[in-house]
């Protein structure tokens, strides 16, 4: 049962290789705080997807894997931040940590690196949908 004050969000990710994004999904899982959830999640395959389903509205946070393969998710993130207007926010998946700097470039709101870690994926994912949705952590 869903608590009254948890705000549900619809998540994109964004990979070429499905086994990669199945590995996002399932670090982050369906709820990664008690006052998110639950998720849905929506998969893209190719850029075309991410630039088709982010236009068609209704999405709270894009997930996209900075390492995909032949349009990453760095550009994308670029692309989108410049052309959408109420981009959702972006967060970068990277293969190396050092790259972050580059997700400053691709003006992403949050980055993961791989391999991802379960509880600080939950948290970071949590913290942007929260400024997302505009909901509070629940009372403990």
């Known amino acids: 049962m869903t608590p009254a004050s948890a705000s549900p969000a619809t998540v994109l990710v964004y990979s070429d290789d499905a086994a990669v994004r ?5 670090a982050i899982g369906r709820r990664p705080a008690a006052d998110i959830g639950p998720i849905t999640w929506v ?3 190719t850029g075309e997807e991410v630039v088709e389903l982010t236009d068609a509205g209704g999405i709270d946070l894009l997930l996209l894997d900075a390492e995909a393969w032949p349009t990453g998710g760095m550009g994308i993130s670029r692309q989108l931040k410049n ?3 109420d981009c959702p926010p972006v967060c970068l998946v990277l293969a190396r940590k050092v790259d972050k700097w580059l997700a400053t470039w ?23 949908l929260r ?3 505009g909901s509070l952590p629940a009372a403990r």
């Open 83 to 85: 052309e959408v207007d």
């Open 131 to 133: 400024r997302q949705l």
């Open 43 to 45: 998969e893209a395959g």
């Open 22 to 26: 199945e590995r996002i999904r399932m």
């Open 106 to 128: 691709a003006e992403a709101d949050a980055v993961l690196s791989h391999p991802l870690d379960p509880v600080a994926a939950a948290s970071t994912v949590a913290e942007v």
